[in-house]
């Protein structure tokens, strides 16, 4: 079985655009490889992070993808600070890593540029997340298009290392999801409905409660026709509002236009937010089970203990011929 790799980093709430987009496809995956998840809490403090709320939010999430429908026995679940092979074979790549091809990644080179006061860690960011990727032989590594440079980055300084001292690291592939549903801001549906918008009537978030989604939805900015059909370009609004009920419902486009024909906005907009409603409360009933569990560190423990193991057979293999040690 080939293996995928991933890592949702900590920087921000889960909402139901992360569901629909991005949690829903690992769903999919988790039944086609053997699949590794992680929680890459080192790279969310290449940028400022409040302590308390960063420790609180690791675990949130693992219990929030948990609750979606991340199965933990399908899935290796584990955090990125608890194995420390990480960050040291993050430190050798460093030393074969070049100045200009790390500072050619758009990350660094976007904050950079407008003069923003970035850290060594965001410079190196890509370095660690390709030591994340090497150390357990992934074959694909699912992430978003913003992400490719990275894993391209990863697989040059796999080739490097591998052409110096022979054969070690696997070259990953990114795996970009052609046409996972993108959610978008329900008050600007030009934008995608994103985790660290300012302005929270947009976006729905995974543990809002029931009254607050039903406000956002029934407000959801529209258009001034009245009839419901999908067109992105001239109804932005209501064709998010239907490729949400879409996806949740698992049914096709076609089947939702087809089911509110005779329908008005009002009627369309309660029923997306019925449906919405029924969904998050399934997934926080579950997430309220878990979130204070011994389940949850049971499942990080063994998912730390499994993966410093692997972890700890690729480090030697290369401390062994970078000519480290006794
Ligand atoms: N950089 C990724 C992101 O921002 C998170 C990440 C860190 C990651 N390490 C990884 C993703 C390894 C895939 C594989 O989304």
Redesign the pocket.
Known sequence: MKRI???L?PSGELTLGSLIGGIKQSIKYQNEYESFMFV?DL?AITVPQDAKILKERIKKNVALYIACGIDPKKNIIYIQSENLYHTNLSWILECNTYMGEASRMTQFKDKSSKGENVSVGLFTYPIL?AS??LLYDADY?P??ID?KQ?VELCRDLATRFNNKYGYTFKLPEPMIPETGAKIMDLQDPSKKMSKSEENPKGVILLLDDEKAIRKKIMSAVTDSDTKVYYDPENKPGISNLITIYASLKEINIKEVEKEFINSNYGTFKKAVADLVVEKLTDIQNKYNKLINSKEIDDILDKGRDITNKIAREKYEEVVKKVGLGR
């Open positions: 790799l991933t890592g980093k890459p790279h997340m994340d990727i590594v992430t978003g992400q990275h």
